[in-house]
């Protein structure tokens, strides 16, 4: 690409800045979603905006040791990196972002990144809730991303690539060309993991309300929470944005990726709002055998 | 204002425990001055975080106040179970001599700005156990109270009432009770430390 570093950077902000608040105003939309769907009202679409103002605002602050001011940055350094080696936009300079030289690997990678910082973060706060949430988490990760990574070697095998663009290149030209129609076992499998991902119901056994009451952020207070909520956005619609990329054929222009990303998005919502909690061992039972096994025929299809 | 750096000295610990909790005093933070403390203010009035802290069985009107019925979270408020990231402490109901310890803990460990929200009668004034041995009768001698909700036991539409009177406060930047008990600190200990005998924690809890 000839253009220039700087120029490129200040489209990684804007870019960024866009994604942000996209990612926050979906957050807010499936809170309203969620009211509803139990009956009430629900806060207004913007508030995880104001909460965050507030967190940020927050005047005092303690911290636990250096893994626990590290923790938060790399939680958000694992959203941003993951979202800026994913081209949002094909075509657009501005929303392609740093995706010539990212790959699928790459961008597994940093999902895993994020999470792993955190736990480091979360395990110094010391308090025992944290502790048995970084546990359920990493042993719920570690499940969903067998699906994930088969879909991700199938589709790898289908496009013989790695490459994020050239794998939305090769679904252009009609809806059929997307990888959900030509290649649909590896498509549920990864939605599949989506779920988890996402972990709303019946995957949310990290922050399970009703037992660990938050997880593995239970110490994080005023800065440190900030960032973790701007990361909840960022990172919330840099996967959506893969995934439809990956299996929904990306996106030529913003509305479409809007569009997109809201209805993958609704995937989770809806089967969160209709299912209770599974619990821990059940949820990684579940992942290791339905999903895993769908993606590992969806390979085998592909092999023979 | 002179910058006195006293230390506490946690002298109800046993001697190798006080090397373990901190022992710099509290100190003040004063509000941000003109348009950016007006906007914080706003932000902090629109999303009050709670911790419910069920004393008593005033307590019980909470979960109300969450439900279909009531739906506080129309107003931007939500329940969080942590006192690190909840600004609002709501004491609902009688607090006992054992749960005060408890109550003082939490308190102290909300970060700044934080309110206090007292729920029913036996918090404010000892209510139907004003002659108890074992309940206190004025929390606020122990945790400075922003808003008070009276009743025995006070409806989810009281507690909403506060809550919006709480708003309204924070909004004019008079709730800044925090600083007051920094301010007060040594009152607030004096009186916490003659109630609780079996005193084993930090005398900051930060
Ligand atoms: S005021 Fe009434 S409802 Fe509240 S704790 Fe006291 S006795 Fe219970």
């Known amino acids: 690409m000839d253009t220039p570093l700087l120029l490129k950077i200040l489209y990684a902000i804007i870019s960024l800045g866009v994604i942000t608040i996209w990612g926050l105003t979906l957050n807010g939309v499936v809170r309203k979603i969620y009211a509803r769907v139990q009956g009430r009202i629900g806060p207004p679409f913007w508030q995880p905006f104001i909460d965050i103002i507030k967190t940020y605002g927050k005047r005092t602050a303690v911290a636990h040791g250096i893994m626990f001011f590290l923790g938060p940055v790399f939680r958000i350094a694992g959203g941003i990196g993951t979202y800026l080696f994913i081209p949002a936009i094909i075509g657009s300079t501005v929303f392609s972002n740093f995706s010539v030289s990212g790959d699928v690997l790459l961008v597994m990678y940093f999902i895993f990144f994020g999470q792993l910082g955190m736990a480091l973060g979360a395990g110094e706060s010391g308090h025992p809730y944290s502790a048995i949430g970084v546990a359920r988490g990493l042993a719920q990760m570690t499940a969903f991303e067998v699906p994930f990574a088969l879909s991700i070697i199938a589709l790898a095998i289908q496009y013989k690539t790695l490459n994020i663009t050239a794998i939305i290149m090769a679904q252009q030209g009609g809806f059929l060309n997307w990888t959900i129609f030509t290649n649909p076992l590896a498509t549920i499998a990864a939605l599949i993991a989506l779920l988890g991902m996402n972990m709303h119901n019946p995957f949310s056994v990290v922050l399970a309300p009703q037992e660990i009451p938050i997880g593995p952020p239970t110490e994080f207070h005023g800065s440190y929470l900030g960032l973790m909520q701007t990361n909840r956005g960022i990172f919330n619609a840099a996967k959506l944005v893969l995934f439809m990329n990956l299996f929904f054929g990306g996106a030529t222009n913003i509305f479409a990726m809007i569009i997109k990303t809201f209805a993958i998005y609704m995937i989770s919502v809806i089967v969160g709002v209709s299912f209770p909690r599974f619990r821990v061992d059940q949820s990684i039972k579940f992942f290791l055998s339905v999903p895993a096994v769908i993606a590992l025929i969806s390979i085998i299809l592909l092999i023979i | ?206």
């Not at chain 2, 914080?40 to 005033?58: E, H, K, P």
């Not at chain 2, 439900?67 to 969080?80: H, I, N, S, V």
């Open chain 2, 1 to 206: 204002m002179k910058k006195e750096h006293k230390s506490l000295l946690n002298t109800d610990l046993p001697d190798f425990e006080r090397d373990y909790f901190c022992d710099t005093y509290p100190q003040e933070v004063k509000p941000l001055k003109g348009f950016i403390e007006k906007f914080l203010n706003w932000a902090r009035a629109q999303s009050l975080w709670i911790l419910g802290f069920g004393t008593g069985c005033g307590a019980i009107e909470l979960r109300p106040l969450m439900t279909a019925r009531f739906d506080m979270f129309r107003y931007g408020m939500a329940p969080r179970p942590t006192p690190r990231q909840s600004c609002v402490f709501i004491i609902g109901g009688y607090a006992s001599i054992k749960t005060l310890k408890r109550i003082v803990r939490s308190y102290e460990q909300i970060q700044a700005p934080k309110f206090v929200l007292a729920l029913g009668s036996c918090t404010i004034n000892g209510g139907m156990y004003f002659d108890s041995y074992n309940t206190i009768n004025r929390i606020d001698h122990y945790i400075p109270v922003d808003v008070y909700v009276t009743g025995c036991m006070p409806r989810p539409e009281a507690i909403i009432a506060g809550l919006r009177k709480l708003q309204e406060r924070i909004m004019q930047g008079k709730a800044e009770k925090a600083n007051d008990y920094i301010k007060n600190f040594e009152w607030y200990k004096a009186n916490q430390k003659k109630i609780i005998k079996d005193w084993n924690m930090p005398d900051f809890n930060w």
